[in-house]
């Protein structure tokens, strides 16, 4: 039974940071594929950062050089350092998770999400 949990959401000002981490049970993840997305209502959910089994990250053009994702194999949890927050980061962010090994994991269909976290920034 996979279940991921999200934490760290909130409200911040502009120009801020928050980090987000999300827990993993139900499986070993080592070797998953793992990210983070965000939508706001009314919009489509977009991809926002994803880290592969070997540790190697993307981020969407819109975080590059204020987003940062990060996994801790051992404590099968996943974090998402964001900094210099923007009013256009207000979003809720849902951690996501798949097995699949034979696609990049920036652009793998992924199969199972957290409830999500919201973030706020003003």
């Known amino acids: 039974h996979v279940q991921l949990v999200e934490s760290g959401g909130g409200s911040v000002q502009a120009g801020g940071s928050l980090r987000l981490s999300c827990a993993a049970s139900?499986?070993?993840?080592?070797?998953?594929?793992m990210g983070w997305f965000r939508q706001v209502p009314g919009q489509e959910r977009e991809r926002v950062a994803t880290?592969?089994?070997?540790?190697?990250?993307w981020v969407a053009d819109s975080v590059r050089g204020r987003f940062t994702i990060s996994r801790h194999n051992a404590e099968n949890t996943l974090s998402l350092q964001m900094n210099s927050l923007k009013p256009e980061d207000t979003a809720m962010y849902y951690c996501?998770?798949?097995?699949?090994?034979?696609?990049?994991?920036?652009?793998?269909?992924?199969?199972?999400w957290g409830q999500g976290t919201q973030v706020t920034v003003s």
């Open positions: 996501a998770a798949d097995s699949d090994r034979w696609h990049s994991c920036s652009t793998v269909a992924y199969a199972y």
């Open positions: 139900g499986r070993t993840y080592s070797k998953w594929c």
């Open positions: 880290i592969g089994r070997d540790g190697w990250g």
